[in-house]
């Protein structure tokens, strides 16, 4: 089982004061780092003029690199884009990389011991931010402000204020960030060719979208009597994507007047636990679906039983293939943003936050030169080489659209993000979009949520460019865990609709009110 946040920030507390300075081991074969000469020294010396007259200044003084980066299958000193970065920045840099299992034990030991890494590139969140801003308080990381101002000016370019207020601690600079592309990821796919069937447009309201559950339910269009399932999701997912916005609460917190609001207080929240209550007691909803995990949640839609679902945009493909085994003709589509009362709408989009942060630890001798590199990957032409690699080799470009070429891209950029340590916040999500035209269907299921649904109906989460919050981050799981058990019970009749100003009060008094004073003192600044 995982450890919690506490447990892990515990366990730095423990060993981090008195070995923060100590030196891991590390890799034995790896001659050519403890041989290098700081980034502060200059290779200027007779000496050195002697040894490699080949070699300019600037070249001789550049010291091999040392990086921790997250998970990933392929090896990231093999991986074609690591000999293309070394290239075009003329540092040769030795990756390691974080398990795929428990990575944030592993990374606490690391930097607790204070194992030489140049960089450490982790997943940003909530989480991520959690852990970089307990090792920025305690003294385990590098301030990199005041080197970003001397040596980091493609840095400065590239990343927009937002994004650094995100990863600021105590008003000081510890990390890079870099932004997430995403924008909306879930919304609720139906299947199409059941929808013909029963002679019905795609729904644009909540009224229209609950005839259209009748109507699976009476007509049977799978062909599966009794075991046809109009509308279903998992236990842990019950509070949907495309019907919360109907209600006015698309994302867990919400703009009410100025103030963030977490939308377990929303009084729309329990409007919309009595519309999902109403389609469970019609039959429209399954019966089962607390139980439900994903896989077999997936497996009930592949198998043509089941009607509607919530899904990314990401598991389409995969999706779709396993549903047209049995089912040839079957069509998936995703509803559109679906209106409620007074025309209320919306889809909860991540876009803006963080998808990773890198930081220098204090342990690092190459301050200096990690920053050199880092601002040399985000030269223009160098991030997209990086990104997107060579245009006729690996993209075509026409009409304002990337569009990658096939295998090569797959083949030497497809983990091309996992080396992306800051990204330019402009052009980088256009550069993004060959990723997704990898697959029609992938590329058409990102378009429909993220292109087609009007700007309007695209509601951003208004915590994702949110600093480390030390209250929010401690309450959000639990209380997370909280909503969605009240409101699987409620949805399923165990709870009553009297009851809840009950349950709002015990979810205030778990740690939300202090959580929401916190929210609001930053969101206030903004």
């Known amino acids: 089982m995982r450890l919690s946040l506490k447990r892990n920030l515990s366990l730095l507390s423990m060993i981090g004061v008195i070995t923060l300075t100590v030196a891991a081991c590390g890799n034995n074969n790896n001659e050519a780092k403890s041989t290098s000469a700081p980034s502060t020294q200059p290779a200027s010396s007779v000496e050195a003029s002697k040894e490699a007259p080949s070699a300019?200044?600037?070249?001789a003084k550049k010291p091999d690199l040392k990086a921790l980066h997250v998970y990933q299958n392929d090896d990231y000193n093999t991986y074609p884009v690591a000999k293309v970065i070394e290239e075009k920045t003329g540092y040769k840099v030795k990756y390691e990389m974080l398990p795929q299992d428990k990575a944030d034990d592993k990374l606490n030991l690391l930097i607790a011991s204070g194992a030489e890494y140049d960089y450490v590139f982790m997943n940003g969140g909530s989480n991520g931010?959690?852990?970089?801003?307990?090792?920025?308080?305690?003294g385990a990381l590098t301030e990199i402000g005041p080197l970003i101002e001397e040596f980091g000016p493609n840095i400065k370019a590239a990343i927009a204020d937002a994004s650094w207020e995100a990863v600021k601690v105590e008003g000081k600079i510890y990390a890079i960030p870099t932004s997430a592309s995403d924008g909306v990821g879930f919304d609720l796919i139906i299947r199409q060719d059941w929808l013909d069937k029963v002679k019905l447009p795609m729904p644009t309201t909540l009224e229209e979208?609950?005839?259209?559950?009748?109507a699976f339910k009476e007509q049977d269009p799978g062909g599966n009597g009794k075991q046809n399932v109009p509308f279903s999701t998992r236990g842990d997912y019950p509070v949907l994507p495309n019907l919360n916005g109907a209600f006015g609460i698309a994302n867990s917190y919400n703009d009410v007047d100025g103030k963030l609001v977490p939308s377990a207080l929303d009084p729309n929240f329990q409007s919309y636990l009595e519309y999902m209550n109403d389609l469970f007691k019609q039959g429209l909803l399954?019966?089962?679906?607390?139980?439900?995990?994903?896989p077999n949640l997936k497996e009930k839609f592949t198998s043509g039983k089941l009607g509607v679902m919530p899904a990314h945009w990401a598991d389409i493909p995969t999706l779709t293939d396993a549903l047209q085994k049995t089912q040839p003709d079957a069509v998936i589509a995703y509803i559109p943003s679906l209106k409620g009362k007074d025309g209320v709408s919306g889809l909860g989009s991540s876009g803006g936050g963080l998808d990773r942060i890198t930081f220098i630890p204090k342990s690092s001798k190459h301050a200096e030169d990690t920053i050199k590199f880092l601002n040399a990957k985000l030269e223009k032409e160098t991030h997209k080489l990086i990104a997107i690699g060579e245009e006729g080799k690996h993209y075509t470009f026409k009409d304002g659209a990337y569009t990658p070429i096939l295998p090569i891209f797959a083949d030497e950029r497809n983990a091309a993000n996992n080396y992306l340590t800051g990204v330019d916040e402009v052009n980088y999500p256009i550069y993004w979009q060959a990723r997704v035209r990898k697959d029609p269907?992938?590329?058409a299921a990102w378009e429909s949520v993220n292109v087609k649904l009007p700007v309007a109906e695209r509601k951003p989460d208004l915590l994702a460019t949110a600093p480390y919050m030390p209250e929010y981050t401690k309450n959000y799981q639990t209380l997370g865990t909280l909503v969605n058990e009240y409101a699987v019970r409620f949805i399923v009749g165990s709870e009553k609709a009297g009851d809840i100003g009950a349950f709002q009060e015990k979810y205030k008094s778990s740690g939300r009110d202090v959580s929401l004073k916190e929210i609001n003192d930053w969101y206030t600044t903004k």
């Open 209 to 214: 979208f609950t005839a259209v559950l009748k």
């Open 286 to 294: 399954e019966k089962e679906f607390a139980v439900n995990k994903d």
């Open 56 to 59: 300019s200044p600037e070249e």
């Open 129 to 138: 931010k959690a852990l970089y801003s307990d090792y920025a308080k305690r």
């Open 441 to 443: 269907r992938l590329f």
